[in-house]
Each structure stands twice: as C-alpha cells, then as structure tokens.
C-alpha cells in the first residue's frame, strides 16, 4: 500500500497538471493536505509591498470574514510566520498551549477547541530566498511524527512557489502587453493624426502641435464653433480650412474674412452685404460674406478687430440665423459654421469692455491653443525642409541647408512663426552665392530680420513690454517683442544667471524667459564657460 503522504503528492500533482489557475491551485494543495492529511487551516502568508506585513493571500479552512479584515495578517517582525518568512527556516511549536511567544489569536481565530494543536510554517523558496510562509495548523494527539509533517508540506510549499512564479510571470507578461497594446494604439492614434494634418498641409509632429490637431479633428464634423488662439503666422488659417475640409460641410463654400484687414466702415457691407443704394456708392446688391457661406464655414480671422456695433449684429445672425443686408427688408436665411480666430487675449478684451461677453461664448465654444514655432522647435528642421524643397520647386534651384544651419534656425526666436521661417529661408536662399546654406548666412538673413516688428504677438497680459490693443483701439498697433537675437551684451547677464543658479542651464533659462535650446545656442555663440 502506498504511504499516505506519497498519495497526497500525487494528487497535489494532478492539481497541477490543470490549467494555470493559482487561487484555485493554491486552494486545491491547501484542502488536500487538510483532507488527506490532517494539516488544517493552510494559508499562504506573502508580503504586502511597500510594507512590512505578511498577508494571507490563500486559504483553506479560515473564516471569510476573519480574512477579509485582515486578522490573520501578522508583522514581519512577529511571530512564528514572521520568523520563518525572515530567516528561512522551519517554524514548529508542537503545542501552541506551552508556548508563551505564541500568536494566540491565530488559534483563537480559527476556532481551537482547547486540546493540543501544533503550528508549523514552512517557507515558500525561490533561489533560496523566503518569498512567502505556507504554515498550518495539527490538532489532537498523533503517532506521526512532525519530520513527516514537515517533509510533505516543504514538498507543498515547492509546488506552490512554482505556482506563484508561473502566475507572476503571467501577470507580468500580460501588464507588459498591456503597456505595449496601449503605446501602439497611442503611437497609432498619433501616427493617424499626422496623416491627417499632413493631408492638409500642417508639418510638424511636435506634441504641442498634436496637441492642437488632436482638438480640432475631434470636432471637425461637429458644427462646434472653434475659436483659434495663436500668434500671427502660428497656422491658424491653416487649421481653419482643415476643419472644413474634415467637416461635412467640405463641399460648401470656405470663406475667410480678415476683421483686421478690412476697414470698420467696410467692413459691416463686406460680411452682411447691402441692397443697391444703400449707402452712397453702394450703386448695386453686393452679397455679404456670411451669405456666401450658406452651407459651408466662415472663418473671421481676428475677431478680436470686430467694433462693437458689428459684434452685435453678428449675435444676431448667429442666434437666427438669418442676415439682413444693409438697407434690406428682407432677411436672408443662413446655415454656416463659424470658425474664429484671434492673437489677443479675447477674455482680456471682453474686461475692458471691447468685446460682447454673449458673442464671447458663442464663439469660444471649442478654444484651440496654436503653439508658437518656439514651442515647437524640433519642428523646425522638417519645416524648414519642406519651405527649401518648395522654393527649388519655384525657382528651379537645387539649394540645401548646410549642417550647422538648422542650429541657427532652432535657435532663433521666431516672433513671426512659420511665415517668417518661410520669409527668412527665401531671403537667404535668394541672397545666397552658393547653392548650400550655411549659418552665416542665414545669421545675415535673421540680422536684417530684427528691424521688422511683428504685430502684437503678445496677448496683453502676457508681458508689460506690450499693449495688444483693443478693438476699437484708432491708436497706431503696439508691436511685439523684438527678436531675440544673440547680442554681445547679453554675456554678463547669462554668466550672471548661470553663477546665480549653479550653472542650471534649465532654471537659468526660465528665468531669463528664454527657451533652453536658445540658452544652449548663446552660450556657445558667447562662448561663455570656455573662458
Ligand atoms: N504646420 C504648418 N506646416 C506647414 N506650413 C504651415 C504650418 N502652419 C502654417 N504654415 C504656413 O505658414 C504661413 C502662415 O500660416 P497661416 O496664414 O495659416 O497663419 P495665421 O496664424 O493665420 O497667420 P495670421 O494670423 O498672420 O493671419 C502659411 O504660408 C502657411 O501655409
């Protein structure tokens, strides 16, 4: 007759020869070595992270409720578990009765009648190294002697160590797929999204721009009014007409005013039209813009420009949806979707009273921050690529930018954005006598570059340097920042800053209200630290 402790192996094998399940595998060890053997309550004892305790994970035979409010969950530093789980060795107290150092409550939890009950843990091994403590519980008198007991249950607690591991790596396996599915279908999303914009002429995959594309893709085929925030040259028609273009209104009429470029008095028969004689010189019917965009998107590049009296006038065609041309009776009705732009701090001007608080929200219903080409500098090289290969198109040259060029580039300002990078790369390529681009050259280009102001770039509350003015503003507009362009007097204050901040080029850079990369770029032109 086979020996019983050669059975319950046995049957703690078939156990494993099931599909990977470790509670019930675990659980399945616990109640055959209860069942068959006499060794009661089993539990699997592992450590919390991040803690010092030791939890019961598995169990057979210990009340739910006990387990659920963690009575059985000892300190490391405690006890006979705590012991084993620290030193790898057998714990065995033949009777708990006589033995003081004991954990009482354990053999009180799990409903000890009184008699003799011995405790014994075992530790659960990888590498020899404890990861764990199978213990469990021999109640009453028994010829067996404990060596036997201990022997099966180091046999247990090796098949079970195997089990954890086999199910750690699954969990790590499947966190790991997990991680890697999610980046893929990240990088695909993002991937997708650059196609989009690449469709529509919109270079560049910085994440600030994404950023941007990721907003107006989202609601491209919703009617949601967008309003674009960005400086001059930052894209903003761009992105206006690629909304339309994703839209449903794609087939219909993109219409694009400048509120800015149009005088006041011009401005009101150029969006809502006039009947012939209307006004002196109005000598026939002139369809407005807003008309023209029945069906489509009417894009009102700098709103901000808009006076008072027309913002009113636009509420109104908004909420009806219907226009009345100057010196008409009759309304036209109308169906477009509005996209606005705008270069000055809107909330600011609806403060100081200059724009109509309900226009406000009917129209910054879906804001989109454009980021400035600063923010954006790792776009620069493909931008300027692409503007180059453009320009060889057009003039049939073969012009190419020389290696330490895109240096200058990344380095600069940009006050006008990408409009002025298409500006400034012409001007070099054009002034150029030889076909490759170098960074003197394009520091020429950029030099003469400094004594164009570009118009308030800067949203009013931005900096003191300058007043984005309002829209009724008849005072001649402020100008941005001027560029930023390395000056020998600039050493003394950046050596200052590094000194100040430990040579933190970060931090000095922040405080200099100077991008890292352009710090970078003047303290090798200055050569400062070099000396
Ligand atoms: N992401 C981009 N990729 C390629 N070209 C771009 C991108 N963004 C803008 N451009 C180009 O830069 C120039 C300026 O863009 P756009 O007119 O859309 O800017 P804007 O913000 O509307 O400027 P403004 O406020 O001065 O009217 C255009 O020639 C446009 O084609």
Same mark, same amino acid.
């Given at each position: 007759?086979?020996?019983?402790?050669?059975?319950?192996?046995?049957?703690?094998?078939?156990?494993?020869?099931?599909?990977?399940?470790?509670?019930?595998?675990?659980? $399945?060890?616990?109640?055959?070595?209860?069942?068959?053997?006499?060794?009661?309550?089993?539990?699997?004892?592992?450590?919390?992270?991040?803690?010092?305790?030791?939890?019961?994970?598995?169990?057979? $035979?210990?009340?739910?409720?006990?387990?659920?409010?963690?009575?059985?969950?000892?300190?490391?530093?405690?006890?006979?578990?705590?012991?084993?789980?620290?030193?790898?060795?057998?714990?065995?107290?033949?009777?708990?009765?006589?033995?003081?150092?004991?954990?009482?409550?354990?053999?009180?939890?799990?409903?000890?009648?009184?008699?003799?009950?011995?405790?014994?843990?075992?530790?659960?091994?990888?590498?020899?190294?404890?990861?764990?403590?199978?213990?469990?519980?021999?109640?009453?008198?028994?010829?067996?002697?404990?060596?036997?007991?201990?022997?099966?249950?180091?046999?247990?607690?090796?098949?079970?160590?195997?089990?954890?591991?086999?199910?750690?790596?699954?969990?790590?396996?499947?966190?790991?797929?997990?991680?890697?599915?999610?980046?893929?279908?990240?990088?695909?999303?993002?991937?997708?999204?650059?196609?989009?914009?690449?469709?529509?002429?919109?270079?560049?995959?910085?994440?600030?721009?994404?950023?941007?594309?990721?907003?107006?893709?989202?609601?491209?085929?919703?009617?949601?009014?967008?309003?674009?925030?960005?400086?001059? $040259?930052?894209?903003?028609?761009?992105?206006?007409?690629?909304?339309?273009?994703?839209?449903?209104?794609?087939?219909?009429?993109?219409?694009?005013?400048?509120?800015?470029?149009?005088?006041?008095?011009?401005?009101?028969?150029?969006?809502?039209?006039?009947?012939?004689?209307?006004?002196?010189?109005?000598?026939?019917?002139?369809?407005?813009?807003?008309?023209?965009?029945? $069906?489509?998107?009417?894009?009102?590049?700098?709103?901000?420009?808009?006076?008072?009296?027309?913002?009113?006038?636009?509420?109104?065609?908004?909420?009806?949806?219907?226009?009345?041309?100057?010196?008409?009776?009759?309304?036209?009705?109308?169906?477009?979707?509005?996209?606005?732009?705008?270069?000055?701090?809107?909330?600011?001007?609806?403060?100081?009273?200059?724009?109509?608080?309900?226009?406000?929200?009917?129209?910054?219903?879906?804001?989109?921050?454009?980021?400035?080409?600063?923010?954006?500098?790792?776009?620069?090289?493909?931008?300027?690529?692409?503007?180059?290969?453009?320009?060889?198109?057009?003039?049939?040259?073969?012009?190419?930018?020389?290696?330490?060029?895109?240096?200058?580039?990344?380095?600069?300002?940009?006050?006008?954005?990408?409009?002025?990078?298409?500006?400034?790369?012409?001007?070099?390529?054009?002034?150029?006598?030889?076909?490759?681009?170098?960074?003197?050259?394009?520091?020429?280009?950029?030099?003469?570059?400094?004594?164009?102001?570009?118009?308030?770039?800067?949203?009013?509350?931005?900096?003191?340097?300058?007043?984005?003015?309002?829209?009724?503003?008849?005072?001649?507009?402020?100008?941005?920042?001027?560029?930023?362009?390395?000056?020998?007097?600039?050493?003394?204050?950046?050596?200052?800053?590094?000194?100040?901040?430990?040579?933190?080029?970060?931090?000095?850079?922040?405080?200099?209200?100077?991008?890292?990369?352009?710090?970078?770029?003047?303290?090798?032109?200055?050569?400062?630290?070099?000396?």
């Amino acid at each position: 007759m086979m020996k019983r402790e050669l059975v319950v192996i046995l049957e703690m094998a078939k156990l494993l020869e099931k599909p990977l399940d470790a509670p019930r595998t675990i659980q $399945g060890i616990l109640r055959l070595l209860s069942q068959l053997y006499g060794l009661n309550c089993g539990r699997v004892s592992l450590p919390e992270a991040n803690s010092q305790s030791l939890q019961v994970k598995y169990s057979y $035979g210990l009340s739910v409720d006990d387990l659920k409010a963690g009575r059985f969950n000892v300190d490391i530093n405690q006890g006979v578990t705590g012991y084993v789980m620290r030193t790898g060795s057998i714990g065995l107290v033949p009777d708990v009765n006589d033995e003081p150092l004991f954990v009482r409550r354990i053999t009180e939890l799990s409903h000890h009648s009184g008699g003799r009950m011995a405790f014994i843990a075992v530790p659960i091994l990888e590498s020899g190294t404890p990861i764990g403590v199978l213990s469990v519980q021999r109640e009453g008198m028994h010829e067996r002697p404990f060596d036997e007991d201990i022997s099966l249950l180091r046999v247990a607690a090796a098949m079970i160590g195997q089990v954890l591991r086999i199910h750690q790596f699954v969990v790590d396996q499947t966190e790991h797929l997990v991680k890697e599915n999610q980046s893929l279908r990240h990088s695909i999303a993002v991937e997708g999204m650059l196609k989009q914009s690449l469709a529509h002429g919109i270079l560049g995959s910085s994440p600030a721009l994404m950023d941007a594309v990721r907003s107006t893709i989202q609601v491209a085929h919703s009617d949601a009014p967008v309003m674009l925030l960005g400086e001059s $040259g930052t894209g903003k028609e761009k992105f206006a007409r690629m909304i339309h273009q994703q839209s449903d209104r794609r087939e219909k009429p993109f219409i694009c005013i400048n509120c800015a470029a149009i005088p006041a008095d011009l401005l009101e028969s150029e969006l809502f039209g006039h009947t012939k004689g209307a006004f002196t010189g109005a000598s026939q019917n002139k369809q407005g813009k807003i008309v023209q965009a029945d $069906g489509g998107t009417l894009f009102l590049d700098e709103i901000g420009d808009m006076p008072l009296s027309l913002q009113a006038k636009l509420l109104r065609v908004l909420q009806e949806k219907k226009v009345d041309p100057i010196g008409s009776h009759d309304s036209v009705a109308v169906d477009f979707r509005v996209i606005t732009a705008t270069h000055v701090n809107l909330q600011a001007s609806v403060n100081q009273g200059a724009f109509r608080l309900d226009l406000f929200y009917r129209l910054h219903v879906v804001p989109v921050h454009l980021p400035p080409l600063r923010e954006r500098q790792e776009d620069i090289r493909q931008l300027a690529l692409h503007f180059l290969n453009e320009l060889n198109h057009h003039y049939e040259r073969n012009w190419s930018l020389a290696a330490d060029a895109f240096a200058v580039l990344e380095g600069f300002d940009w006050p006008g954005n990408i409009r002025q990078l298409q500006n400034v790369l012409e001007r070099a390529s054009l002034t150029s006598d030889q076909e490759l681009i170098d960074a003197d050259k394009l520091r020429q280009a950029l030099a003469s570059e400094s004594s164009i102001a570009i118009p308030g770039n800067r949203q009013p509350q931005a900096t003191a340097e300058v007043a984005a003015p309002g829209p009724s503003d008849n005072a001649p507009r402020q100008y941005g920042r001027s560029y930023n362009w390395v000056q020998e007097d600039e050493a003394d204050r950046i050596r200052a800053m590094l000194s100040q901040t430990n040579n933190n080029q970060s931090e000095a850079a922040r405080r200099l209200n100077i991008s890292l990369r352009q710090l970078r770029y003047r303290v090798d032109k200055l050569g400062i630290g070099r000396n």
